[in-house]
């Protein structure tokens, strides 16, 4: 079983429409939780940090923790075409050693 | 602030040559970590470096790969004897030691 589990999609939505990106994970060490964004050929850039339980919003950007299922979501509100990229969660433990990712979910906003 | 510098960006190498890939971290972050990246696959750990130390080494394979991060100059990835099976994207990231990592663009290697 992978640590961090994530559904490769594509997850095709039009502009405007709601996201929801998940993840799920095994390992019950783990405290932080994040949400990368990366465009073809490019490198992953950093949207959402977040540490235990919770939720923590930045803009169009909600993310979400739920440690009593091991659940990550992140909500894209709005969504625009821009926002079209594949969306990878990771996890670290308390450790701050090797962080964890998912497999990625390609997201398509289409106009 | 210029963010995580990797060179080159692209790098081709013939089959049992050798790769050496490059990472600057960011100023102020004394933790470099670095990642592959196969075609449609997530990112896979393989070594996490501080100054002069190998932290963390389990995701490197046993053979042909190195890394540092010595006191002065970037941190180093050599590959050697490169194989097809190691063209992929090579991602550096770095850290100040409490928050999320920081990538830099990544080297795409292709082995011919």
């Known amino acids: 079983q992978k640590e961090v589990e994530q559904d490769p999609g594509p997850l095709s939505v039009p502009e405007g429409a709601i996201v929801s990106l998940n993840c799920t994970y095994s390992?019950?060490?783990?405290?932080?939780f994040m949400w990368y964004r990366q465009y073809s050929r490019k490198g992953p850039e950093l949207l959402m940090y977040?540490?235990?339980?919770g939720n923590k919003e930045d803009g169009r950007f909600t993310a979400q923790v739920d440690k009593s299922s091991k659940y990550i979501s992140l909500f894209i509100r709005d969504s625009q075409p821009s926002d079209s990229a594949t969306y990878l969660c990771?996890?670290?433990?308390?450790?701050?050693?090797?962080?964890?990712f998912g497999t990625g979910t390609r997201l398509l906003v289409s106009p | 602030n210029a963010g995580v510098m990797q060179n080159p960006r692209h790098l081709v190498r013939r089959r049992g040559q050798e790769a050496r890939l490059r990472c600057s971290p960011m100023?102020?972050?004394?933790?470099v970590y670095w990642y592959r990246q196969l075609p449609e696959e997530g990112l896979k750990f393989m070594v996490y470096?501080?100054?002069?130390?190998?932290?963390?080494e389990s995701g490197m394979p046993k053979e042909r790969f190195s890394a540092e991060f010595p006191k002065e100059g970037p941190s180093i990835l050599r590959i050697q004897q490169v194989v097809r099976g190691d063209s992929a994207a090579y991602f550096c990231?770095?850290?100040?030691?409490?928050?999320?990592?920081?990538f830099g663009p990544g080297t795409r290697l292709t082995v011919l």
């Open positions: 390992n019950s060490a783990f405290q932080y």
């Open positions: 470096l501080q100054k002069e130390n190998i932290i963390d």
């Open positions: 990771a996890a670290l433990n308390t450790g701050f050693q090797k962080l964890v």
């Open positions: 100023k102020g972050h004394s933790h």
């Open positions: 990231a770095s850290s100040p030691g409490d928050r999320g990592l920081i």
């Open positions: 977040t540490y235990s339980s």
